[in-house]
């Protein structure tokens, strides 16, 4: 069992940037493959970008966000340069014990956040 917990969401002017937070509770969070997925209204869940021994990134923030985590704070990161209004969503971290190959998938994990809003202006 995994709890997880976002943080760092806001609103920030395009161009801007910011660093979202997923703190994990429960055992053996570095044996987990971790993700972040994001919602705009009116939109299906998305994948963003995903860490376990590698990184995986969606073509929309390649190059803009890095995926990261530090097992011995049991925490996952998203930092997100260059924001876009279009990055206008509730962003979610999401934890599981196996995801390939279909990690784009959000029904694939078994744990979530509440998640956090993150607004673009333009």
């Known amino acids: 069992q995994v709890q997880l917990v976002e943080s760092g969401g806001g609103l920030v002017q395009a161009g801007g940037s910011l660093r979202l937070s997923c703190a994990a509770s429960g055992r053996s969070f570095s044996s987990y493959a971790m993700a972040w997925f994001r919602q705009a209204p009116g939109k299906e869940r998305e994948f963003v970008a995903l860490i376990m021994w590698s990184t995986y990134y969606a073509d929309s923030v390649k190059g803009r966000f890095t995926i990261s985590r530090d097992n011995a704070k049991n925490t996952l990161y998203l930092q997100m340069n260059s924001l876009k209004p279009e990055d206008t969503a509730v962003y979610y971290c999401?934890?599981?014990?196996?995801?390939?190959?279909?990690?784009?998938?959000?029904?694939?994990?078994?744990?979530w956040g509440q998640g956090t809003q993150v607004t673009v202006s333009s």
């Open positions: 999401a934890a599981d014990q196996s995801v390939l190959p279909y990690y784009k998938n959000y029904a694939r994990y078994d744990y």
